[in-house]
């Protein structure tokens, strides 16, 4: 269970710093 929200939080967190400057690499 540790590992799972600790690899939901990772996620996120890697998505939101790939969305701000990766945004608008990606459109």
Known sequence: V???A???LVMSL???KV???GNV???
């Open 2 to 4: 540790l590992i799972n």
């Open 6 to 8: 600790v690899i939901m």
């Open 14 to 16: 890697v998505e939101r």
């Open 19 to 21: 969305r701000l400057p």
């Open 25 to 27: 690499g990606s459109k």
